[in-house]
């Protein structure tokens, strides 16, 4: 076994080929998906009380400070000239910059439950009481089931 082993991609000295994969990679993968975060919290947040403001901010926000980094480093990375001061900072910088990007994925779940928490104190145990709740009869059994069906048929044509 090599003593490092390393996964690049190999662009095969082709400049156009990377700064293809570069522009494609920032176009559909930082300023679309902000574009579509962007509008859709902002249609959501016109129609929202002032309260809900702060989440749908944060959700914004978020995204751009954990991706935006990573896709400017990646054109850093693509524009900086081979063996220069800005390649190698750049590199150092990749891993926190990668990690910071990944974070992402953990965000937007801390973010609801620090926004929602009075919402999440009254609903969890509501919801906890629902499940652990005994039927009383057979004719609420079934109503139970078929309701309980029937919502999530429609949950999931939604």
């Known amino acids: 076994f090599p003593h490092r082993l390393e996964c690049v991609v190999d662009y095969g000295g082709s400049t156009v080929a990377e700064n293809s994969v570069t522009a494609t990679r920032f176009i559909f993968g930082f300023l679309g998906p902000l574009v579509v975060v962007v509008v859709c919290h902002s249609a959501l947040l016109c129609r929202a009380t002032r309260r809900r403001w702060p989440l749908g901010l944060a959700v ?3 995204f751009f400070v954990c ?49 929602g928490q009075a919402q999440l104190r ?9 499940a652990l709740k ?9 109503v139970s089931k078929k309701s309980t069906s029937h919502d999530l048929v429609s949950e999931m044509e939604v």
């Open 134 to 142: 005994e039927p009383q009869s057979e004719d609420e059994s079934m």
């Open 122 to 130: 009254q609903s969890l145990p509501a919801a906890c009481r629902w």
């Open 60 to 62: 914004v926000v978020g």
């Open 67 to 115: 991706w935006a980094p990573y896709h400017a480093l990646g054109l850093v990375l693509t524009m900086a000239a081979p063996h220069s001061t800005l390649l190698a900072q750049a590199l150092r910088a990749e891993p926190l910059v990668v990690g910071l990007a990944l974070a992402h994925s953990c965000l937007n779940p801390m973010l609801f439950l620090y926004f």
